[in-house]
């Protein structure tokens, strides 16, 4: 299945056995893969300025950086020692020592996947995207090169694009020019070709996208320190508070495990990130092996969860369910006038990937990809009538197993009873425990695994599995 932001453009009638599909009621793809990972955590981390209008609440503004790994993110996460090299942890603890090591590893394992997500904004496609653009651009190396910094600044902006957060450039080491506002991590440097010298410092992450993000995705808070400062963080921290770079610490009223990674902050300069895991998520299997796997699994569970019960979900379901075109078609069972209403949710990107329509118990319309899950249900009314009910997903399986991938770097498998939809692993290992271990290809993996919800229902098996 094609990667949704690699797809091509939807067009509506863009062939007539797509159409004729789609009225027998059989999914197919033009029109889902423009839109897929439009909505969601990673599209945050993607465009970090866009998706706030009219959900501008935080939860949805974390939510709203989840769906997109696959616009914006490299298509293979870093190995775990990439990542800690990109935003480096303290030492990972071992579970070896018994009790009083579970915290530890815990911890650990959680900074793991906050240095996977800070290396997507140092090293990420977006990264790329931003930097071909500025070294690219003829009318910014023109005004650097004749030092214009008016002429600079208009050329900054234009660059921005909601990606870059914040940008500067420099001649002689002074500051020509600059565009963009707010606290920004992970800044990426590098020279202006034939611009007499000029170079430019930029970053694609802000403070708050990254640390709500990491905090959606762990669940731990997540401060950035400069010093004893807090440029920002999860939780408000008391003027007298220290936090350690390892073990335990209380805040106010609420007892964590700390660990602790390196990174930069824009324009230059250390920041420490601390990941403050709650008492509550410090608990370790029987066996104290499987530690990592079972907190890296809980992280994929939460990816999942977030695709369907997000305050974006509910969003994205209550404009559906008020958008007076979709409501009037099917009141009319009109099924190409659903279709078009439909398409036309794919085209405003709003996070949607599929759409099975059902007036009176039967079908109407189902458009979308072919393997969508964690769907959701909507009801059209007026008047207090029920016109019809619906089940849409804005995340389909290729999605999400970028997300997990990308996150938490497990080999990911989804099975419905016997039969591998998707994976990384092909055809992987015939049998999968809960929690365990297991071997293939050669290699021994700890695995965890859950019950998800396939589109439009039924069980859906996803299988994390980590070296």
Same mark, same amino acid.
């Given at each position: 299945? $094609? ?20 009225a ?24 970090? $300025? ?5 959900? @501008? ?15 914006? *993110? ?5 190995p775990?020692? /990439? ?13 070896a020592?018994?009790?009083? @090591?579970?915290?530890g590893?815990? @911890? ?37 090169? *004749? ?5 600079t ?39 202006l ?24 995705? +762990? ?20 003027? /007298? @508070? ?16 700390v660990?602790?990674?390196?990174? /930069? ?10 990941i ?33 019960k ?5 969003? +994205? ?6 958008t ?19 398409? !036309?949710?794919?085209? *405003? ?5 599929r759409v099975r329509?059902?007036? !009176? ?24 009538r ?48 809960d ?11 700890? *695995? ?13 098996r ?6």
């Amino acid at each position: 299945m $094609r990667p949704g932001c690699a797809g091509r453009a939807a067009r509506p009638g863009r062939t007539s056995r797509a159409r004729r599909r789609a009225a027998r009621g059989t999914p197919h793809g033009p029109y889902a893969w423009r839109v897929r990972p439009r909505g969601s955590l990673l599209h945050r981390l993607a465009n970090p $300025r866009r998706g706030a209008r009219g959900l @501008a609440s935080a939860a949805v503004l974390a939510y709203a950086l989840l769906c997109c790994a696959a616009c914006g *993110a490299t298509s293979e996460p870093p190995p775990a020692s /990439s990542a800690k090299t990109a935003a480096a942890s303290t030492a990972t603890t071992s579970v070896a020592g018994g009790p009083q @090591a579970c915290p530890g590893a815990v @911890a650990a394992a959680y900074a793991e996947v906050a240095g996977r997500i800070y290396h997507q904004a140092a090293t990420g496609r977006n990264v790329g995207q931003a930097v071909h653009r500025v070294t690219s651009s003829g009318a910014l190396i023109s005004a650097a090169r *004749a030092g214009d910094a008016a002429a600079t600044r208009t050329a900054l902006r234009s660059l921005l694009l909601g990606q870059i957060v914040r940008i500067e450039v420099l001649r002689g080491g002074r500051v020509l020019a600059s565009a963009g506002s707010g606290t920004a991590v992970a800044p990426v440097a590098g020279a202006l070709p034939g611009a007499a010298g000029a170079r430019y410092v930029l970053s694609v992450q802000s403070d708050h996208t990254y640390t709500q993000v990491t905090h959606q995705v +762990t669940g731990a808070e997540v401060l950035l320190l400069s010093g004893t400062h807090a440029l920002d963080g999860t939780i408000s921290l008391p003027a /007298s @508070a220290r936090i350690p770079a390892s073990g335990p610490v209380t805040v106010g009223s609420h007892t964590y495990e700390v660990s602790t990674l390196n990174g /930069s902050a824009y324009p230059a300069g250390a920041v420490r990130i601390a990941i403050l895991v709650p008492s509550s998520q410090l608990t370790c299997p029987a066996n104290g092996g499987l530690t990592r796997s079972v907190v890296l699994g809980r992280v994929g569970e939460r990816i999942y969860e977030a695709e369907q019960k997000s305050p974006i979900v509910a969003a +994205t379901v209550r404009r559906m369910e008020n958008t007076a075109a979709f409501k009037s078609a099917v009141a009319r069972r009109d099924a190409a006038a659903t279709r078009r209403a439909i398409l !036309g949710f794919f085209a *405003a990107h709003i996070h949607v990937v599929r759409v099975r329509v059902l007036v !009176g118990g039967k079908l109407l319309v189902d458009e979308g990809g072919p393997y969508a899950l964690a769907p959701v249900t909507g009801t059209l009314r007026s008047g207090g009538r029920v016109l019809g009910t619906f089940v849409t997903a804005i995340q389909d399986d290729a999605g999400y197993l970028k997300l997990a991938r990308l996150f938490t770097g497990a080999q990911v498998l989804m099975r419905t009873g016997s039969r591998q939809v998707m994976g990384t692993l092909s055809p992987g290992p015939a049998q999968v425990p809960d929690d365990g271990t297991v071997s293939y290809g050669g290699h021994t993996y700890h *695995a965890h695994s859950f019950t998800a919800t396939a589109f439009p229902s039924g069980p859906l098996r996803i299988s994390l599995l980590y070296r």
